[in-house]
């Protein structure tokens, strides 16, 4: 069973008095354990499948099918999707309550969900990424880009998801945090054999992660790209 399977996919928007399409895709499928990659420009839609595979955004029509189950537009995600599917965004910020300590902020996805929660298995996730258990006590403003975004992705990984949608994780951060991050992301992916979507404007960030990855141009599939097709466009881009 793939853990997506889009057989189609449109999302539209108003624009002025009409609609523009911002993403039409089809026949895309992402297997257990992979790390696929979606390539575009800026506006190309990438963030915009993201936030449909994550439940955030819910104005879409066609069919999906995620980690079993098929999908009805407009409806909000329930039960094990809801854990199961976790998203790490561009800016950390937008993760991170900015008046609520770290600690507050990585207790409540488990808090929500009604599911135990162990201090020490907090302090061993954020040793795992490499942060002092001193941040639990910070606000997001305390930290630096670097750090909120690794606790981004440990609050992420809170729910021990199947899914990880990751947009742009490393944008915001200078190049040797993001090599530190993206060792992180493929140590975790090596670990847990968990599924992840990594969005990245990098062709060279996907070659690095990605097993598999789509080129998107204007919400339209341009070009699918295997293993070899990602290192020979990496190798030419260079
Ligand atoms: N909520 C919205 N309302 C109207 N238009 C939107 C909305 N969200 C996205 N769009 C439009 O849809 C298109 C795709 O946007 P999207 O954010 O998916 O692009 P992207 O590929 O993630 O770009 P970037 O690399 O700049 O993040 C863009 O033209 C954008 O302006
Ligand atoms: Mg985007």
Not at 142 to 162: M, T, W
Request: aromatic fraction near 4%.
């Amino acid at each position: 069973m793939s853990l997506v399977d889009i057989s189609t996919l449109t999302v539209s928007f108003k624009r002025g008095l009409g609609h523009f399409t911002a993403l039409q895709i089809e026949a895309l499928q992402i297997e257990p354990g992979e790390c696929f990659g979606l390539i575009g420009g800026s506006g190309s839609g990438k963030s915009t499948l993201l936030r449909v595979l994550a439940g955030l955004h819910r104005d879409w029509q066609g069919g999906i099918r995620l980690l079993g189950r098929s999908l009805n537009a407009q409806r909000v995600f329930t039960g094990s999707l809801r854990r199961d599917v976790q998203m790490v965004f561009q800016d950390p910020y937008a993760s991170l309550h900015p008046l609520h300590r770290i600690r507050r902020s990585l207790r409540e996805p488990r808090q929500i969900n009604g599911l135990p929660f162990d201090e020490a298995s907090l302090a061993a996730s954020l040793a795992q990424v490499g942060l002092p258990g001193e941040v639990l006590e910070r606000y997001p403003h305390q930290l630096s880009g670097g750090q909120r975004q690794r606790v981004a992705i440990v609050r992420a990984l809170q729910l021990q998801p199947k899914l990880l949608l990751l947009d742009e994780p490393t944008s915001a951060l200078d190049m040797t945090v993001q090599a530190e991050i993206l060792n992180l992301l493929q140590a975790l992916r090596r670990d847990t054999g968990m599924s992840m979507i990594l969005v990245s404007h990098d062709i060279n960030t996907v070659a690095h992660l990605c097993d598999r990855a789509l080129l998107i141009k204007q919400g339209c599939i341009e070009q699918r790209l295997d293993r070899a097709a990602l290192i020979e466009r990496a190798r030419t881009s260079a």
